[in-house]
């Protein structure tokens, strides 16, 4: 089974950000012309309860998606849901009294689809995340929830205990003071069009990154295989709190590979590579 396939294009992505058409420094055409210049593929913006960009459209070489996002107060916690690529007007159709899952169907019944936004951050329990459906990622990391932006932890939690969230990364920009660029999601897409992102997004095929590049992640043979730009850690997670071989370190790592314990009861796995300057790329958890 391969994850990532090595006979793809990608295409390199942000799916969050900010504006001034809600809490963000910039005006929508300044945010997308700076991620344009930074060599993105693609911006969904998604502004709170606020849909800035009505229908897709190609800034030059940059594909610009419909975005929203959605805000929700549970007791000890909140709730983000990141919508995107909406095909519809999603305004009049939302209820947040009716809670997230509202706000996912809603997203989902107009075309689009749903993120579950820094759950660390809106420190979501596992029981909380355990209950939606329908939900196409969370963001592993946050770049803008500098205090909590690594959500790695709740999602293992989550996912030991059977409800994987397939991952990505975001900059949730909205300062623009650095934060821009940094925390992104690579998609194996057939093309460079909204119905394509999330064709390829439907199908797992991509990853999250903050720099190096995974070519290919495969189980195969009862390993996890993962084949990446050069880096210096290669960690494998599992719901097996501990297994041997499950740290691989040196200079220019650019294979790894890891024998998977079913016999123990392994129930899933991911791999998370971390490069020299200390970015990190992540798999989604797989189901065994
Ligand atoms: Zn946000």
Redesign the pocket.
Known sequence: MELIKPDRPFYRGNL?C?TTNSDGAWAPKAVIEAYRAMGYDFLAV?D?RHVSIPTPYMAGSMLVLPGI?LDYALPQEVV?I?GFGMEQDILPRLDYERGPQNGINVIRACGGRAII?HPHWSLNTMATLSAFHDVTAAEVYNT?SVMRPDSANILDVTAAHGRLYPFVASD?S?AYAGEQGISYTMVQAEALTADAIKAAMDAGLFYASQGPRLKRVAIEAGRMIVECSPVERVYFFSNLVWTPGRIIQGKDVTQASYALHHAEGERFVRCQVIDAQGHSAWSSPVLL
């Open positions: 969050h900010h998604t709170h996002e983000h990141v936004a803008m949730d909205h």
